[in-house]
């Protein structure tokens, strides 16, 4: 297991905190929500991410874009899937 990265993602007037973990080649995401965290695993930081900020549908990307640039940029597996 990885450290913690914890960092705020922002977009317009809306602030979302996200925490990434690492655990056996998997990522696990949560991002606070109005009705409380949201959970996702994902086999890429990003791809955890992105699930983990479901409740926001609609404004994902844009709030991604925001986020450190080595997480904000789609990896090959993001394009490609966990198999490559």
Do not use: C, K
Request: aromatic share 12%; glycine share 8%.
């Amino acid at each position: 297991m990885t450290g913690v990265r914890a960092f705020r993602l922002h977009y317009r007037d809306l602030w979302v905190d996200v925490r990434l973990y690492e655990v056996n080649g998997r990522w696990l995401a949560s991002a606070d929500t109005p009705d409380g965290p949201s959970l996702r695993t994902g086999w890429t930081a990003r791809g955890a991410m992105a699930e983990a900020l479901e409740p926001f549908d609609g404004i994902i990307e844009q709030l991604i874009s925001t986020a450190p640039a080595d997480l904000a940029r789609p990896s090959f597996r993001d394009r490609f899937g966990p198999d490559y």
